[in-house]
């Protein structure tokens, strides 16, 4: 079978239990934790076709091994769900009324969101970047605060919220999207409600 897919130099990250609180996990023998029952999973992959002028795509879901998702988890994820649904609101509404938001104005609006929520201290990374062809990480600025530059038409790019909390557990959802030449928010990876349970 010939290969379809192809990725970077590095490899998924797959991590396990307090190992998701790392934003990015990647396995050490003295870290890496095996798959046990009770076990919250988060799995963020990236890659393209390989064919030519195919953009990456990068996307990060949670799971959790065991008999039931234990309240705090359910929690934060809601958290952090509502926020990446409420970024795309945000610049939907933005465009929809002539503008368009910065690449700062939306991780701000981000951070806030998490912030009233009472996880503020769980933020660890940017709400976004952009996505490219030769990686993951495109070439346009990612989304700091401070960053004033417009988010682009036709360029890919992520919404991945999460909160990690300090060697617990950590939560993202990740999902990619552009804006089209219409104004349209177009999502190009499935979008994840809730935790998927893996029956012990």
């Given amino acids: 079978m010939s290969e379809v897919l192809k990725t970077d130099k590095d490899l998924a ?9 790392f934003v990015h996990y990647f396995p050490e ?3 890496s934790k095996k798959l046990e029952p009770e076990s919250l999973i988060l799995v963020d992959i990236w890659a393209r076709l390989i064919e030519k002028n195919s953009p990456y795509a990068d996307i990060t879901w949670m799971a959790y091994y065991g008999k039931t998702v234990p309240r705090e988890m359910k929690k934060v994820f ?38 009233k929520s009472g996880y503020g201290e769980g933020i660890d990374h940017l709400v976004g970047h952009s996505i490219g062809f030769d990686s993951p990480h495109g070439k346009y600025p990612s989304m700091h ?17 999460g909160i990690y909390l300090k060697n617990r557990f950590g939560v993202r959802s990740e999902i990619d999207f552009y804006i089209d030449d219409n104004n349209g928010v177009m999502v190009t990876t499935e979008v994840q409600d809730k935790i998927v349970r893996i029956y012990v």
């Fill in 13 to 21: 990250i797959v991590a396990f239990r307090e190992n998701t609180s």
């Fill in 29 to 31: 023998k003295e870290s």
């Fill in 78 to 115: 809601e958290v952090v769900a509502n926020t990446r649904d409420a970024c795309l609101d945000f610049i939907k509404d933005y465009l929809s009324r002539g503008g368009t938001p910065s690449v700062g104005a939306i991780e701000k609006y981000h951070s806030d969101l998490i912030t």
């Fill in 145 to 161: 605060v401070k960053n004033k530059e417009p988010i682009l038409k036709n360029i890919g790019y992520t919404i991945e919220p």
